[in-house]
């Protein structure tokens, strides 16, 4: 009987190992991103072996699009939603047939309500999407930026500027879904821009066992925004192990930073 167990736990251990893999494949590769953005860094620590975080680089129309999403739970459900979500940016984006960002998250929206048979009605599953998602314009230098919960973060001139997105999911929410709202900034040379989820300022840890919070969160990119970005990334992965110590990892983790660099 104990063997049996022992099949069965490398069986599966096999099996996720192998989903991990094909959920890696649909990332954007970084042979992609390097061309794409010269100057980033992913912090992408998933809970399990497959992750409900993901992040999205594409091209269209000369236009920069970055993403970052978090879907509903974490390990298997959670990577198969974020498959979804991954699948549903590039069916939209390769369509072209948008006009901000928040129109993306829009389609996606029904996207996901139509995929998961979601129709609003009491008790139904709220499964969904919270998701940043940015489009830059190289000539302009204007982002436009839309938002499921998720914020993004701007640091200029040793300040953080950020913009907050609209309190709702990707998905079917508790109350009428209403558009989401496109929101333009214009981007100067160096600013630093963070993309992320919430499992890093909700993890659990330090000498009280508490939750690492959105200021000491904003206060450490702050910090460290200046370094280059290879060593952003080694400094928020350093904070973050450091902080969780011995304790379980409660989430998927995944911080996306890059530095805007213009052309002229």
Same mark, same amino acid.
């Given at each position: 009987?104990?063997?049996?167990?022992?099949?069965?736990?490398?069986?599966?251990?096999?099996?996720?190992?192998?989903?991990?893999?094909?959920?890696?494949?649909?990332?954007?590769?970084?042979?992609?991103?390097?061309?794409?953005?010269?100057?980033?860094?992913?912090?992408?620590?998933?809970?399990?072996?497959?992750?409900?975080?993901?992040?999205?680089?594409?091209?269209?129309?000369?236009?920069?699009?970055?993403?970052?999403?978090?879907?509903?739970?974490?390990?298997?459900?959670?990577?198969?939603?974020?498959?979804?979500?991954?699948?549903?940016?590039?069916?939209?984006?390769?369509?072209?047939?948008?006009?901000?960002?928040?129109?993306?998250?829009?389609?996606?929206?029904?996207?996901?309500?139509?995929?998961?048979?979601?129709?609003?009605?009491?008790?139904?599953?709220?499964?969904?999407?919270?998701?940043?998602?940015?489009?830059?314009?190289?000539?302009?230098?204007?982002?436009?930026?839309?938002?499921?919960?998720?914020?993004? +973060?701007?640091?200029?001139?040793?300040?953080?500027? *950020? $913009? @907050?997105?609209?309190? !709702?999911?990707?998905?079917?929410? =508790?109350? /009428?879904?209403?558009?989401?709202?496109?929101?333009?900034?214009?981007?100067?040379?160096?600013?630093?821009?963070?993309?992320?989820?919430?499992?890093?300022?909700?993890?659990?840890?330090?000498?009280?066992?508490?939750?690492?919070? +959105?200021?000491?969160?904003?206060?450490?990119?702050? *910090? $460290? @925004?200046?370094?280059? !970005?290879?060593?952003?990334?080694? =400094?928020? /992965?350093?904070?973050?192990?450091?902080?969780?110590?011995?304790?379980?990892?409660?989430?998927?983790?995944?911080?996306?930073?890059?530095?805007?660099?213009?052309?002229?």
């Amino acid at each position: 009987m104990k063997s049996n167990h022992i099949i069965q736990d490398n069986e599966i251990s096999e099996s996720l190992r192998y989903a991990s893999y094909i959920q890696q494949a649909i990332f954007p590769s970084s042979g992609l991103i390097n061309r794409l953005i010269p100057d980033y860094f992913i912090f992408y620590q998933p809970r399990d072996l497959v992750s409900g975080d993901f992040y999205y680089v594409s091209r269209r129309n000369e236009k920069l699009i970055i993403g970052v999403g978090d879907c509903t739970g974490h390990g298997v459900p959670g990577a198969l939603m974020s498959i979804l979500g991954i699948t549903f940016l590039n069916e939209i984006i390769a369509h072209g047939s948008f006009s901000s960002a928040g129109a993306i998250l829009n389609q996606m929206r029904e996207h996901v309500m139509d995929a998961l048979c979601q129709t609003g009605i009491d008790g139904e599953r709220k499964d969904g999407i919270d998701l940043a998602l940015c489009i830059i314009d190289p000539k302009t230098h204007v982002m436009n930026f839309a938002g499921a919960f998720n914020p993004v +973060y701007i640091v200029r001139d040793n300040a953080i500027i *950020e $913009i @907050s997105g609209d309190m !709702m999911p990707v998905g079917v929410g =508790a109350e /009428e879904e209403l558009c989401f709202t496109t929101h333009l900034y214009e981007l100067n040379h160096n600013d630093v821009i963070y993309l992320f989820t919430d499992g890093f300022a909700d993890q659990f840890g330090g000498p009280k066992n508490r939750k690492f919070k +959105y200021k000491p969160f904003r206060d450490l990119l702050l *910090e $460290i @925004s200046s370094l280059p !970005m290879a060593d952003q990334k080694v =400094a928020i /992965e350093r904070t973050f192990n450091d902080w969780k110590g011995n304790l379980q990892q409660l989430d998927d983790v995944l911080v996306f930073g890059f530095r805007y660099l213009t052309s002229g």
